[in-house]
């Protein structure tokens, strides 16, 4: 047969490479409804303990607040569970269309459409744009479903240093012989917690005609005064061509994702972005609790203020602490390790401690650039950050990193 004992005998011992370098990943299982607090099951096989959730993209704390279940449950017994089609065949019901348009009108665009997933939005909206006479210009630190999308799409790929505006400048002025140029970028940086420079990715825009497009996943819904995303808080709502977001964090947290922006660009992807034109309609069940979702984060920013109250005061107690952190605003508090094997080792620590937060290495993140990337919900309360923080101190100290810059911490464990 195909596979063989040494087929067999090759992948296990890739597998046990990885075991070997710290670099596998061990899936631990919840039995409790996502929240600022879980029931979690690891390692396999051992007993459910609750913990103190650090970790989820659960950013407003909705994915199990009871107007949205009640909102879910509903939209189950009237539109029932699933379509069991594509959208353009007989998979579109009119509570599609009323999200798509809440959609718009909540991110200042002229038209959205859903998709599956963000991923699945990525991985549709250039090739459906974008020819080979246009150039992607990206900044180099894009999500891992922005650089998908793009390779599947003939247009010219180029790449810009990270959040560096010259760069930018000068690759739009490289490329002004293509028809069209299109700017790409993440809202928030998934990995590090920064936010673009929206506000002069745009001026650059205007000035070498060019389109921009941001993957707002990290932002929708709490970015911003009012949580538009991450061009109302860079000053820039209503002028970005193209944004894809997902419904997946902080927009209820279940799943589902959108391409919106400009009518013709959406039509375009309508008509042609094949994980569109492929995939199985999101479920009623999940447009119905976004429809609700919608309506609550639209009638107060309350949970946004408190996400933006519990960011300052994590940020600040990890600091004072004297661990490495990313410097930011957003809610993503990386807690750099640097060492693979040291974050996994943090975290199962922490579990220990009471506190879920998982470490991030390689290939999630460059190698060398392991981290506990931590995330805060406005689900949290004071009582919940200030236990996770005497958590993170002990385990600091533990291993001897409390006050250690990252030359000091590479030294100690390598990279």
């Known amino acids: 047969m195909a596979f063989s004992d040494k087929t067999r005998a090759d992948y296990q011992n890739e597998l046990g490479a990885l075991k070997d370098a710290g670099l596998f990943k061990e899936e631990r299982f919840i039995h409790s409804p996502q929240s600022s607090e879980i029931v979690v099951e ?100 894009v999500h891992a479903s922005i650089i998908d999308g793009m390779r599947l799409c003939k247009a010219m790929q180029d790449s810009f240093k990270h959040s560096d505006m010259a760069h930018l400048e000068e690759k739009l002025q490289e490329h002004q012989d293509k028809r069209w140029r299109m700017v790409i970028t993440d809202g928030v940086f998934s990995m590090d917690g920064d936010i673009a420079k929206l506000d002069t990715i745009v001026e650059l825009a205007d000035k070498y005609d060019a389109m921009v497009f941001v993957d707002d996943s990290h932002s929708s819904g709490f970015i911003g005064k009012t949580g538009r995303g991450t061009h109302e808080h860079c000053g820039v709502f209503g002028r970005i061509d193209i944004i894809t977001t997902t419904l997946g964090k902080a927009l209820g947290g279940a799943s589902g994702g959108c391409v919106s922006g400009r009518r013709e660009l959406v039509e375009m992807c309508r008509q042609k972005a094949r994980p569109y034109l492929f995939s199985n309609s999101v479920p009623p069940v999940i447009v119905a609790g976004a429809l609700r979702v919608i309506d609550l984060i639209s009638q107060t920013t309350e949970r946004r203020d408190k996400l933006e109250w ?49 470490g991030f290495f390689f290939p999630v993140v460059p190698k060398g650039q392991a981290r506990i990337r931590t995330q805060l919900s406005a689900a949290h309360n004071k009582e919940h950050l200030d236990l996770a923080g005497e958590a993170f101190r002990k385990v600091g100290a533990k291993y001897g990193i409390l006050g250690k810059g990252k030359k000091e911490i590479i030294e100690m464990f390598g990279m």
């Open 42 to 141: 690891f390692p396999a096989g051992s007993t459910t303990k609750k913990v103190i959730n650090m970790c989820a993209n659960n950013y407003l704390g909705l994915s199990s607040h009871p107007e949205v279940v009640q909102a879910a449950h509903n939209g189950l017994e009237v539109r029932g569970y699933g379509m069991s089609s594509v959208r353009f065949i007989c998979g579109t019901q009119d509570i599609h269309r009323q999200l798509e348009q809440k959609l718009s009108e909540f991110l200042g665009a002229e038209d959205t459409l859903l998709f599956p997933s963000c991923m699945d939005a990525n991985a549709g909206v250039f090739e459906a744009v974008l020819t080979d006479k246009d150039v992607m210009i990206a900044d180099r630190l």
């Open 310 to 358: 519990n960011t300052k005061y994590w940020r600040k107690m990890l600091t004072d602490i004297g661990l490495d952190i990313k410097a930011g605003d957003s809610p993503i508090v990386p807690v750099m390790l640097y060492n693979a094997k040291l974050a996994q080792d943090f975290a199962r620590d922490l579990f220990t401690e009471g506190i879920y937060a998982i």
